[in-house]
Nanobody, 122 residues
Framework: QVQLVESGGGLVQAGGSLRLSCAAS????????MGWFRQAPGKEREFVAV?????FLADSVKGRFTIFRDNAKNTVYLQMNSLKPEDTAVYYC??????????????????WGQGTQVTVSS
């Protein structure tokens, strides 16, 4: 059974930083592209970043967020710096297969975590 478990969310002031983690089990982690999405209240789920053998990030987070993975720990991370109130959302990690630049749609992913709340205060 595949499980993706996010952690690291919380409340932070604008300009601050958070690092999200997603620990995976039940899948051959190194074979999967791992993505981060977010969903704010009343909005659709939005692509944030993905890592395969390369990385691809949404324009809205480029220069502020970094995605990286540790295949030995079956974990993917999202380092979020210079946070803005508009980054407030539930952040989800997901696993799928494909080329990073094509993995911007939720339908490309087979597995999802339960989400972790990130709240950025102004």
């Amino acid at each position: 059974q595949v499980q993706l478990v996010e952690s690291g969310g919380g409340l932070v002031q604008a300009g601050g930083s958070l690092r999200l983690s997603c620990a995976a089990s039940g899948l051959t982690f190194s074979s999967y592209g791992m993505g981060w999405f977010r969903q704010a209240p009343g909005k659709e789920r939005e692509f944030v970043a993905v890592i395969t053998w390369s990385t691809f990030l949404a324009d809205s987070v480029k220069g502020r967020f970094t995605i990286f993975r540790d295949n030995a720990k079956n974990t993917v991370y999202l380092q979020m710096n210079s946070l803005k109130p508009e980054d407030t959302a539930v952040y989800y990690c997901a696993g799928g297969r494909g080329i990073a630049a094509t993995m911007t749609q939720p339908k490309k992913y087979d597995y999802w975590g339960q989400g972790t709340q990130v709240t950025v205060s102004s």
